[in-house]
Nanobody, 124 residues
Framework: QVQLVESGGGTVQVGESLRLSCVASEGTFRMNGMGWFRQAPGKEREFVAA????????LYADSVKGRFTISRDNAKKTVYLQMNILKFDDTGVYYC?????????????????WGQGTQVTVSS
């Protein structure tokens, strides 16, 4: 059974950058869309970014457009989230997820495998 392992989280100051990585341990990867979601304390999990199987299509939440970039390397079974100009509101646990099918999606219901999450904290 495929497992997703995120890394790259940490504590940074406002305006700084972080790069998250998510590696699939086994199973299919290149034939699946992938996504990043986040959850802040006391809030529901929300969509951040998604990418289709071939990297030809990406989706972003309005709150991160122009600051975050999702990418993938199918040979390494890895998806990345480059986060620039971080804000306080970007604080939360970031989850990587594998989608059913090739396309990208902003709906949590379309994803069937989730990582354990990595904490991102943005401070002053």
């Amino acid at each position: 059974q495929v497992q997703l392992v995120e890394s790259g989280g940490g504590t940074v100051q406002v305006g700084e950058s972080l790069r998250l990585s998510c590696v699939a341990s086994e199973g299919t990867f290149r034939m699946n869309g992938m996504g990043w979601f986040r959850q802040a304390p006391g809030k529901e999990r929300e969509f951040v970014a998604a990418i289709n199987w071939s990297s030809s299509s990406t989706l972003y939440a309005d709150s991160v457009k122009g600051r975050f970039t999702i990418s993938r390397d199918n040979a390494k079974k890895t998806v990345y989230l480059q986060m620039n100009i971080l804000k306080f509101d970007d604080t939360g646990v970031y989850y990587c997820a594998r989608k059913l099918g090739l396309s990208s999606s902003n709906s949590v219901l379309d994803y069937n495998v989730w990582g354990q999450g990595t904490q991102v904290t943005v401070s002053s």
